[in-house]
């Protein structure tokens, strides 16, 4: 089995929205944000509501896209059905007797290929698969490392699983077993390994005459929103660098796909670690 490992990239997903935008649908939104009761029943104002904090962060997600090719021989017997008269069949000059069944028995070579492909968006922090489609649609900007995406106003969130699990997922998805009396290609491209970084923002409002404090978690790219109770987090994953998310190594690889053939085609990331 040969298996290679071909781009490794962060990606930036830009919002479609100017943050004065998102702070007037934030701003729109702050009576319901202390919920259906106090709308109704307490029914605060507008302008009793103000906005405290704001926090920008980007959230992580990885896809992975995988392709195996399996070329190989094999032999098989068909059995060929034949009208119930047929006692004798000539085939490329062979007899061939016919069973009681009706059928006779044809020994062939037969000359295979199959091509597999495997797409796979995990969640950070255990893996999961879960689906991200909707933020594939938005223009993304590579970056050169996270670096690139820290500033004093913006934090990071950062996966706990790393780019060798993505990769060890999508291999042994397309892994099979063949029965082959020969085998001609069998290798598994693992195409793109891609961590995805999408803009988030919280606004912590206050209600001054209840002294009561709610967050809105504005998400940038679809326009969906949530309340969370409290104060906006303060605390978020610890820092990684580039080389500890990705990973993907022939040492790496070799405990998910024991025996396996690593080439390491090197994408931008895993060149620049090769070099070090």
Same mark, same amino acid.
């Given at each position: 089995?040969?298996?290679?490992?071909?781009?490794?990239?962060?990606?930036?997903?830009?919002?479609?929205?100017?943050?004065?935008?998102?702070?007037?649908?934030?701003?729109?939104?702050?009576?319901?944000?202390?919920?259906?009761?106090?709308?109704?029943?307490?029914?605060?104002?507008?302008?009793?509501?103000?906005?405290?904090?704001?926090?920008?962060?980007?959230?992580?997600?990885?896809?992975?896209?995988?392709?195996?090719?399996?070329?190989?021989?094999?032999?098989?017997?068909?059995?060929?059905?034949?009208?119930?008269?047929?006692?004798?069949?000539?085939?490329? #000059?062979?007899? $061939?007797?016919? %069973?009681? !069944?009706?059928?006779?028995? +044809?020994?062939?070579?037969?000359?295979?290929? /199959?091509? &597999?492909?495997?797409?796979?968006?995990? #969640?950070?922090? $255990?893996?999961? %698969?879960? !689906?991200?489609?909707?933020? +594939?649609?938005?223009?993304?900007?590579?970056? /050169?490392? &996270?670096?690139?995406?820290?500033?004093? #106003?913006?934090?990071?969130?950062?996966?706990?699983?790393?780019?060798?699990? +993505?990769?060890?997922?999508?291999?042994?998805?397309?892994?099979?077993?063949?029965?082959?009396?020969?085998?001609?290609?069998?290798?598994?491209?693992?195409?793109?390994?891609?961590?995805?970084?999408?803009?988030?923002?919280?606004?912590?409002?206050?209600?001054?005459?209840?002294?009561?404090?709610?967050?809105?978690?504005?998400?940038?790219?679809?326009?969906?929103?949530?309340?969370?109770?409290?104060?906006?987090?303060?605390?978020?994953?610890?820092?990684?660098?580039?080389?500890?998310?990705?990973?993907?190594?022939?040492?790496?690889?070799?405990?998910?796909?024991?025996?396996?053939?690593?080439?390491?085609?090197?994408?931008?990331?895993?060149?620049?670690?090769?070099?070090?």
């Amino acid at each position: 089995m040969d298996i290679n490992i071909g781009e490794e990239k962060i990606i930036e997903l830009a919002s479609p929205l100017t943050f004065d935008e998102i702070r007037n649908k934030a701003m729109a939104k702050r009576v319901d944000a202390f919920g259906t009761i106090a709308k109704f029943m307490q029914r605060p104002k507008p302008e009793e509501i103000e906005i405290t904090q704001t926090q920008k962060r980007y959230e992580p997600f990885w896809y992975g896209a995988a392709r195996a090719v399996y070329k190989y021989d094999r032999r098989h017997r068909y059995q060929v059905p034949t009208a119930p008269e047929v006692r004798l069949v000539t085939f490329y #000059e062979t007899e $061939h007797a016919v %069973e009681k !069944d009706h059928t006779f028995a +044809l020994n062939a070579l037969e000359h295979c290929e /199959e091509e &597999l492909t495997k797409e796979l968006m995990l #969640e950070p922090q $255990h893996g999961s %698969e879960r !689906d991200y489609k909707k933020y +594939l649609a938005f223009t993304g900007k590579e970056v /050169e490392n &996270l670096d690139a995406l820290r500033d004093e #106003e913006t934090l990071l969130v950062m996966p706990e699983v790393r780019s060798s699990f +993505l990769v060890g997922k999508l291999t042994q998805a397309l892994m099979k077993t063949i029965q082959a009396d020969k085998i001609y290609e069998q290798r598994i491209d693992v195409e793109q390994v891609i961590l995805y970084f999408r803009p988030v923002y919280a606004f912590e409002f206050w209600w001054k005459t209840k002294d009561k404090r709610q967050v809105i978690e504005f998400n940038a790219l679809t326009d969906e929103q949530r309340a969370e109770p409290g104060q906006i987090k303060k605390q978020i994953s610890g820092v990684l660098e580039n080389d500890d998310l990705f990973d993907i190594g022939s040492d790496v690889v070799g405990t998910f796909v024991p025996g396996a053939n690593i080439a390491i085609k090197l994408g931008r990331l895993a060149a620049r670690k090769a070099l070090k």
